[in-house]
């Protein structure tokens, strides 16, 4: 029989991993929960999968997006009450017209007919349904409330598509306009200076220092445009490479945090995520350390992740997660404020919803002052490269004016 390893917390709330024999997943899972063992991650050895490997290489594994994977709860969430989980599933199926999601839902749709809980039919499409997702559904079902846990993660889960969506249209338009000027300055300083430049080659007079300036970066454009290219590639093919390592992307995470502006708008997003996260997981009746664990992979920045790691160990020490947050020094004044005021109430999961939403709405108004901001400084450099580029264009030419009335 096939070896297991597996990854889980114990009784006790200590993380543990290790082995297993067992004839099948399922099998392997059983005898875990057999141990009173909550389990993270039941995967097969690495010799035992040689197919999976290679299949994984040869092409990327489907899985749902997350507006797809928003849209399905929601849809879940509104059949479970009405019908049982297997005729809600086919529906919900049978509903989306993309070929590639209905394979996925009926695979999950399968172990749920072959007598699986809905959680761990979802294990079959992992790509699809990460653990924070299938944790609550795990306790969903536990606890007979899976419509409630449906609604609330189709909730998070159309919050934080939102937010992305945000992200994405504030920093959009910038990069275009960026990325328009850089190829007009770029094409005039190529293209036009050089032609224009060689209306000056039999003028026995001394150029403006501008035009002496505008000339030679043109000509280091036009010769050495590939050069640039290559070296601009290279750059970021080694960046790249360093920020793989978790030496140096913590160093440079650290060091976004501590930047003016850009520093407190990744400290508030990630913040507001992981609030609303845990607010969720909390009305859902989880554990808090296990909250903490999932919500752990959704934190993008390393500097935060490693306080999450800091927080865990601070909860699982018998500390409060207000404490823990206050010990690492990077979370928001207010979020530590007002998960100390939701544990003292007894009501967590609505305080650390409320921060959730002021530090979602600080990131807008930021953002929205941010982009007013920005949008004319990129066209006032834009305007002035242009304008210096002519401005050494016509110094010549009035020059040679003057030269001629006299």
């Known amino acids: 029989m096939p070896d297991f390893a597996w990854r889980g917390i114990d009784v006790e709330g200590r993380e543990r991993t290790g082995r297993v024999v067992a004839a099948n997943d399922a099998a392997a899972r059983a005898r875990l929960i057999r141990q009173r063992l909550h389990i993270i991650a039941v995967e097969p050895e690495a010799s035992q999968a040689p197919r999976a490997s290679v299949q994984m290489i040869l092409r990327r594994t489907p899985k749902l997006g997350l507006k797809q994977l928003t849209l399905f709860t929601r849809q879940l969430s509104s059949l479970v009450q009405v019908s049982p989980l297997e005729e809600a599933l086919r529906t919900a199926s049978l509903q989306t017209e993309s070929m590639q999601v209905r394979a996925i839902l009926g695979n999950v749709h399968s172990g749920v007919v072959e007598g ?207 404490g823990a947050m206050r010990a690492t020094g990077v979370f928001p004044a207010l979020l530590v404020y007002l998960a100390a005021s939701g544990e003292s109430a007894g009501q967590l999961d609505v305080m650390l919803e409320r921060a959730a939403d002021y530090l979602e709405r600080e990131f807008d108004d930021f953002t929205a002052t941010a982009l007013s901001l920005l949008e004319p400084l990129i066209i006032v450099m834009m305007g002035g490269a242009v304008a210096v580029i002519i401005l050494s264009i016509l110094l010549p030419i009035l020059q040679l004016q003057n030269l001629a009335g006299l």
């Open 116 to 322: 699986q809980r809905l959680s761990e039919a979802m294990r079959r499409e992992e790509a699809s349904f990460p653990p924070l997702y299938r944790a609550m559904v795990s306790a969903g079902e536990s606890s007979g409330a899976l419509p409630e846990i449906l609604l609330r993660l189709a909730t998070l889960l159309e919050r934080r598509a939102a937010i992305n969506s945000k992200l994405l249209s504030a920093l959009a338009y910038p990069l275009i306009l960026t990325l328009v000027a850089t190829l007009v300055v770029s094409a005039l300083m190529i293209s036009v200076v050089p032609r224009v430049v060689e209306q000056f080659d039999d003028v026995n007079q001394q150029l403006p220092l501008i035009t002496q300036v505008v000339i030679g970066v043109s000509a280091f454009l036009a010769a050495y445009w590939w050069l640039l290219l290559l070296t601009l590639a290279f750059m970021m093919g080694v960046s790249m490479a360093l920020l793989r390592r978790e030496t140096v992307r913590l160093r440079v995470d650290s060091w976004l945090l501590r930047l003016p502006f850009l520093g407190r708008l990744i400290r508030d997003l990630n913040a507001a995520r992981l609030a609303r996260t845990l607010a969720t997981m909390v009305s859902s009746r989880l554990p808090l350390l296990d909250g903490l664990r999932l919500t752990r992979d959704t934190i993008g920045n390393r500097a935060l992740r490693a306080a999450n790691n800091m927080m865990i160990e601070q909860v699982r020490g018998g500390g409060s997660l207000s």
